[in-house]
T-cell receptor, first 109, second 113 residues
């Protein structure tokens, strides 16, 4: 299984970019990297995923290093509503997700 | 589309009682999942169903059983509830192919006294 490690917490000023790192040094060639977030005690919400190339959608950007051993989720202009726990996941195969404890991002006014 | 729905939203059980948590999805997804989340912790996979008619154990399957009733519905049963099963339970579904994301329900908050 590709294990991921994330810092337990981070702060970010409102309006600034939030850069959340994830280490997945044991990832294999066909394993995707997914990012989810969980606001309060709601169900996790999908943000973005990637395999090799950098990805961008309306919520965030995902930068994956060339060796695929780490990635960074970028929220370009963080708002108070982005305060949440962010999970980086790299499931082995198609089905089995291991969530871990994630990074608790606090956006400060 | 309602997405992923779960019932009930809240439940209190006494030790030894049984109950079934219901989950349904209307996205025609192949795969469905049950997770639990204890206070201050990440989600842990209990069971999953890669497709209709199949189920497999996750990280923490002890004390639980599941049934994939049809493509839409995936239920989780606690046969004899224990206080250690006090948790928030989330159901999720996904398309079943690599590169597809999971969609989560709102959760069931279960307390076992």
């Amino acid at each position: 299984d590709a294990k991921t490690t994330q810092p337990p917490s981070m702060d970010c000023a409102e309006g600034r970019a939030a850069n959340l790192p994830c280490n997945h040094s044991t990832i294999s060639g066909n394993e995707y990297v997914y990012w989810y977030r969980q606001i309060h005690s709601q169900g996790p919400q999908y943000i973005i995923h990637g395999l090799k190339n950098n990805e961008t959608n309306e919520m965030a950007s995902l930068i994956i290093t060339e060796d695929r051993k780490s990635s960074t989720l970028i929220l370009p202009h963080a708002t108070l509503r982005d305060t949440a726990v962010y999970y980086c996941i790299s499931p082995p195969g198609t089905y089995k997700y291991i969530f871990g404890t994630g990074t608790r991002l606090k956006v400060l006014a | 589309n309602a997405g992923v729905t779960q019932t009930p939203k809240f439940q209190v059980l006494k030790t030894g009682q049984s109950m079934t948590l219901q989950c349904a999805q209307d996205m025609n997804h192949n795969s469905m999942y049950w997770y639990r989340q204890d206070p201050g912790m990440g989600l842990r996979l209990i069971y999953y169903s890669a497709s209709e008619g199949t189920t497999d154990k996750g990280e923490v399957p002890n004390g639980y059983n599941v049934s994939r009733l049809n493509k839409r519905e995936f239920s989780l049963r606690l046969e004899s509830a224990a206080p250690s099963q006090t948790s928030v339970y989330f159901c999720a579904s996904r398309g079943g192919q690599a590169g597809y994301e999971q969609y989560f329900g709102p959760g069931t908050r279960l307390t076992v006294t």
